[in-house]
Structures are given as structure tokens and as C-alpha cells.
């Protein structure tokens, strides 16, 4: 099995370097990795396609965290291929179709890939999108009392890693979760618990919630992705635990009460 002390002559390239996986794939690798965005030493920009055969120069492996539009990524692609690359590992979502334009940009690459399915992100609550409503007192979503197995970004990093650097990941898709399935008032009752700091959950209507992103400047269709996400944990189909932590790791998935021993509430 390879090990890091083996991929150092390696090159891995990875994307979206300053984001909650990015930065914790990057110090994972140590001096493997090519860090890469818009702000990092190495500038990867996904709007100019300028940028992405510099970054691409020399890498044997790619971690992508994907654009919007999958188009890009199709063409990203063969240009990596073209380069040298040999082994890609993509960042994709639980429930993404099978038809996924992404994945599908991926898999037809001709050269090893691996696809991560993760559930929502633990560090939504500290790092992103629920991370100011928090600080406020009050979180106001449309997942009523639904309950989700999010996941700890650092998980998510971990198997990233494994399937980068060592063999048996090659064509595999890994759907991944944290350990138990909890409501949005279970966690914010733990974040209180942490840090005394009360807060609030209030469930909203879908309409409600995705005006809310919109007025926060987000794009009409990731306000209406989001929603729908959210509105599926409230209907109970996000509900279910996946093993990919497990099967990729051979351990448990971090707790959320891991996560809060790590995170900015400790």
C-alpha cells in the first residue's frame, strides 16, 4: 500500500486549496500537494482557462472540487489528461443523479478515477452558510425536524487522501456520512451546550428560505439547490447513514461532538 513517504517526488493538484476540504486535503499532503486557487501561490481560476495549464504542469493527480458549470469541468478534463494527470478523485454531493454532468466529465476520463459523495458539512456551522445566523442567535431554515448525518469536513480529507495516494480507489464511487442522523435544534442544543451562547431554531417555509439567500446575494439557482436540500432532510429522505468513512478508513466517522472539540465554538 502506498504511503505518503512514497508519493513525495508526487505532484497532486489541488483545487479550490483555500476551501473547508482544500485546506485540509493540502495539509494532509504536505509538500506533495500544489495548492491552487484564485488567491493561493499558484493561481487556479475556473473562469480563466488561462490558469489551468500552469497549474496543471507536472501534477500526476488532481483533487477536484468542481464549477458550476460542468461544461468547464469536461474541458478542464481532457486538459489534465493531456498534461499527464493519471488519477483524479471529485468532490460531488449525496444524492447527485447518476447522469451527474460532473461525474460524468470524470468518469469518462480515461485515466483512475474516484468520486465522494459527502453528506452536509459539520463545519457549515462554524465555517459557511449557518456560521453567521449562529453568531446572530437565531438559525432559520426549511429542514422542519428532519434529522441528517452531517459529516466533519477532516473525514472527508481523509478518504480524499487515500484515494489520491494509494491503491483500491480506482472506480469508486463513495457515498460518505457522519455517524448519526441528528435534527438542526439537536445540534444548535450541542453548540449551546459548548459555548453558553444561546441560539435559536426556527423552521421556515422553503419561499422564505430561499428569498433569504438571494438577499444574501447568492445566485438563483445554488438559492434554490440549497432549499431543495434542505427541504429534503425535512421530508426525512436524508435521514440514512452511508459507510464510505468506514470502508475508505477502516474507523468510525468523527461525532458532531468531535467536530465541536475542533471547531471555532471550542
Same mark, same amino acid.
Given at each position: 500500500?502506498?504511503?505518503?513517504?512514497?508519493?513525495?517526488?508526487?505532484?497532486?493538484?489541488?483545487?479550490?486549496?483555500?476551501?473547508?476540504?482544500?485546506?485540509?486535503?493540502?495539509?494532509?499532503?504536505?509538500? !506533495? @500537494?500544489?495548492?491552487?486557487?484564485?488567491?493561493?501561490?499558484?493561481?487556479? $481560476?475556473? =473562469?480563466? +482557462? &488561462?490558469?489551468?495549464?500552469? *497549474?496543471?504542469?507536472?501534477?500526476?493527480?488532481v483533487y477536484v472540487v468542481p464549477p458550476d458549470n460542468p461544461a468547464l469541468l469536461a474541458e478542464f478534463v481532457l486538459r489534465a489528461v493531456r498534461s499527464g494527470v493519471t488519477r483524479l478523485v471529485l468532490?460531488?454531493?449525496?444524492?447527485?443523479?447518476?447522469?451527474?454532468?460532473?461525474?460524468?466529465?470524470?468518469?469518462?476520463?480515461?485515466?483512475?478515477?474516484?468520486?465522494?459523495?459527502?453528506?452536509?458539512?459539520?463545519?457549515?456551522?462554524?465555517?459557511?452558510?449557518?456560521?453567521?445566523?449562529?453568531?446572530?442567535?437565531?438559525?432559520?431554515?426549511?429542514?422542519?425536524?428532519?434529522?441528517?448525518?452531517?459529516?466533519?469536513?477532516?473525514?472527508?480529507?481523509?478518504?480524499?487522501? !487515500? @484515494?489520491?495516494?494509494?491503491?483500491?480507489?480506482?472506480?469508486?464511487?463513495? $457515498?460518505? =456520512?457522519? +455517524? &448519526?442522523?441528528?435534527?438542526? *435544534?439537536?445540534?444548535?442544543?450541542?453548540?449551546?451546550?459548548?459555548?453558553?451562547?444561546?441560539?435559536?431554531?426556527?423552521?421556515?417555509?422553503?419561499?422564505?428560505?430561499?428569498?433569504?439567500?438571494?438577499?444574501?446575494?447568492?445566485?438563483?439557482?445554488?438559492?434554490?439547490?440549497?432549499?431543495?436540500?434542505?427541504?429534503?432532510?425535512?421530508?426525512?429522505?436524508?435521514?440514512?447513514?452511508?459507510?464510505?468513512?468506514?470502508?475508505?478508513?477502516?474507523?468510525?466517522?468523527?461525532?458532531?461532538?468531535?467536530?465541536?472539540?475542533?471547531?471555532?465554538?471550542?
Amino acid at each position: 500500500m502506498s504511503t505518503l513517504s512514497e508519493i513525495k517526488s508526487s505532484t497532486i493538484l489541488v483545487l479550490g486549496a483555500t476551501g473547508k476540504t482544500g485546506r485540509r486535503v493540502t495539509d494532509l499532503l504536505g509538500s !506533495a @500537494a500544489r495548492p491552487a486557487s484564485r488567491s493561493s501561490a499558484t493561481r487556479f $481560476d475556473w =473562469s480563466a +482557462p &488561462e490558469t489551468w495549464e500552469p *497549474a496543471l504542469a507536472g501534477a500526476t493527480a488532481v483533487y477536484v472540487v468542481p464549477p458550476d458549470n460542468p461544461a468547464l469541468l469536461a474541458e478542464f478534463v481532457l486538459r489534465a489528461v493531456r498534461s499527464g494527470v493519471t488519477r483524479l478523485v471529485l468532490l460531488s454531493m449525496r444524492g447527485a443523479p447518476d447522469d451527474d454532468p460532473s461525474e460524468a466529465a470524470i468518469k469518462g476520463s480515461g485515466v483512475e478515477w474516484t468520486i465522494l459523495r459527502p453528506t452536509w458539512f459539520m463545519q457549515n456551522f462554524d465555517e459557511d452558510l449557518f456560521a453567521a445566523p449562529v453568531r446572530q442567535g437565531e438559525l432559520a431554515v426549511p429542514a422542519g425536524q428532519g434529522v441528517h448525518p452531517f459529516i466533519d469536513v477532516a473525514d472527508i480529507a481523509e478518504v480524499a487522501v !487515500a @484515494a489520491l495516494t494509494r491503491p483500491g480507489h480506482a472506480g469508486r464511487t463513495y $457515498d460518505l =456520512s457522519g +455517524p &448519526e442522523s441528528l435534527s438542526f *435544534a439537536e445540534m444548535l442544543a450541542r453548540i449551546v451546550a459548548v459555548t453558553g451562547t444561546p441560539v435559536a431554531y426556527r423552521d421556515i417555509s422553503p419561499d422564505e428560505f430561499s428569498a433569504s439567500l438571494r438577499g444574501l446575494g447568492y445566485p438563483d439557482e445554488i438559492a434554490d439547490l440549497v432549499t431543495k436540500l434542505l427541504v429534503r432532510i425535512r421530508t426525512g429522505a436524508e435521514a440514512h447513514l452511508s459507510d464510505g468513512v468506514q470502508r475508505v478508513l477502516g474507523r468510525e466517522p468523527r461525532t458532531f461532538a468531535d467536530y465541536l472539540g475542533s471547531s471555532k465554538f471550542a
